[in-house]
C-alpha cells in the first residue's frame, strides 16, 4: 500500500505530467518589454475657461459701483493694454497690478482673427497666475 | 567514482508573480484615451493653469491643427460636420455638455473662433482652451 502510494507521487511529480509554463513565461516577458518599451511620460493638461453665461444661471447683482473695464487687445504682432501697446512680460505686470487691487476686475480680452491662438492662452495664462477670474473673450472683428 | 549531487533550481515562482503584477499594473494605468489627443497638435504653456481634475465623461475634445483641420478622435471634419456633431450632441445630452478645444499654438484664432460660435449657436456654454502644464514625469 505504502509502496503504491509512493509510486503515485513520483508520477505526479515528473515533469512530463505537469503543464509546460516556459511559453507562458516567454510571452509574460515579452508583454513587460513591450510595455516598458511603449512608456511614455504622462504629460499634465489644463483646462482655462472661456466665459460664457450659463442659460440656466441667475442673473447676477447689478453692483453698487460698476468697476472699470480694462481692455486687452490681442494681435498677431503683440498685445496692447488700454490701448498701449505692450510686450508679454509688461502684460503680466500689469496684471500683477490689477489683481492686487482687486481679483474681481472685468478683463475683456479680444482677440483678433489673424492672432495665433497661443497668444490667447497666454493671456489667459496671465490671468490665471493673477487669479483674475471676471473675463471676457470677444472677436475682434478686422 | 564519486556520484554529483544535483544543483539545487532557481525558484521562479516570485519573479513570476512581480512580472505578473508590473503586467497589471502597466495594463491599468494603460491610456486609452490616446486617441482624442492628436498628436499634430502643439499646445501653448500655462505653467500657472489649474491641472485637469476629475473630468466629465461627457467631455468632447476637439483638436484643431495648424491649419484650421477639426478632428474630434479619429475622425477629421469640416465645419459644417462639426456643426451638425455637436447639434446631435445637444440633442441627446443637453447644453451642459463641456468642449475642449485642442488648439495648436499657431492656428489662427479664426478658426477657434468658428468653433466657439458652432458652440454658442447649439448652446453649448461650457467651452474649454487645452494647454499644457508640464511634460510629465
Not at chain 1, 13 to 37: E, H, K, R, S
Request: charged share 25%; proline share 7%; with cysteine.
Amino acid at each position: 500500500m505504502a509502496r503504491r502510494k509512493r509510486g503515485r507521487k513520483r508520477r505526479l511529480d515528473d515533469d512530463d505530467g505537469g503543464i509546460p509554463v516556459t511559453p507562458m513565461i516567454d510571452v509574460v516577458f515579452l508583454l513587460l518589454i513591450y510595455f516598458i518599451a511603449t512608456l511614455e511620460p504622462i504629460p499634465i493638461f489644463a483646462h482655462l475657461n472661456v466665459y460664457t453665461p450659463s442659460p440656466d444661471a441667475p442673473p447676477k447683482e447689478k453692483p453698487v459701483d460698476p468697476p472699470s473695464l480694462i481692455r486687452i487687445e490681442v494681435h498677431a504682432e503683440g498685445y496692447t493694454f488700454d490701448g498701449v501697446p505692450v510686450t508679454d512680460r509688461q502684460l503680466d505686470g500689469f496684471l500683477g497690478t490689477l489683481a492686487r487691487a482687486s481679483k474681481t476686475q472685468s478683463v475683456l480680452i479680444m482677440c483678433s482673427m489673424d492672432a495665433p491662438h497661443g497668444k490667447l492662452v497666454k493671456v489667459l495664462n496671465f490671468c490665471a497666475r493673477h487669479e483674475l477670474e471676471n473675463l471676457s473673450i470677444m472677436d475682434a472683428k478686422r | 567514482m564519486r556520484k554529483q549531487k544535483p544543483l539545487p533550481g532557481v525558484n521562479m515562482t516570485p519573479m513570476i508573480d512581480v512580472v505578473f503584477l508590473i503586467i497589471i499594473f502597466f495594463i491599468c494605468t494603460m491610456d486609452l484615451e490616446k486617441d482624442k489627443f492628436d498628436e499634430a497638435v502643439t499646445l501653448e504653456w500655462a505653467r500657472n493653469a489649474q491641472a485637469v481634475g476629475q473630468e466629465d465623461p461627457l467631455t468632447v475634445t476637439v483638436n484643431v491643427r495648424k491649419d484650421g483641420t477639426i478632428k474630434i478622435g479619429k475622425r477629421f471634419m469640416s465645419p459644417r460636420t462639426f456643426q451638425a456633431v455637436m447639434q446631435k450632441t445637444v440633442n441627446r445630452y443637453g447644453t451642459g455638455v463641456p468642449v475642449v478645444i485642442r488648439g495648436d499654438l499657431n492656428v489662427l484664432h479664426e478658426h477657434i473662433s468658428r468653433l466657439t460660435e458652432v458652440c454658442k449657436g447649439v448652446g453649448i456654454w461650457k467651452v474649454k482652451f487645452a494647454a499644457i502644464i508640464s511634460e510629465g514625469e
